[in-house]
């Protein structure tokens, strides 16, 4: 992830004061989110939120972090309108897919094939590796989701069986 995208971000989470919202407004994973304010929370030295009752605050630190975040993100979106980009792939969203090698080659295919049947403006983006290095694509958000065989060892993870 690069700064940028970890104070737009920042920016959601701050106008939402929710995690969760963010992370639907940018059609992303809650994990996501939170991870990412992580490492901006460690790239800047400082905490940016506290929990509370109804979600998150800003901190004293967080607030001012917020101004520069907002400037910004908001001179990329005025140099991207200038250019032209990213708009042809704004218009199109990408669900990127890991797998182990098994079901990348005996269950993902038909599942990705008929996901892209009932969700055509949707570009599918598959990595094939082994089940450790893909558990490391998730909790990066390289991918965001993924099936493997096996057991999973990250207690970060939320798993459901595929298939018994």
Known sequence: ??????LTVFTHVA???NLTRAAHELN?????VSRQLKSLENWTGTKLFRKTNNGVELTDSGHR???????IVSQVKKLEEEFG??????ARAVLRVGGS???SMLQLPSLLTRFKQTHPKVDVSLRTTHRGRIEEMVLSSEVEIALVSGTISSPQLTVEPFRR
């Open 1 to 6: 992830m690069t700064r940028l995208q970890h």
């Open 15 to 17: 106008r939402h004061r």
């Open 28 to 32: 992303i994973s809650q994990p996501s």
């Open 65 to 71: 972090c917020l101004r520069y975040a907002e400037a």
């Open 85 to 90: 980009i990213g708009l042809a792939k704004s």
């Open 101 to 103: 090698h098994s079901p």
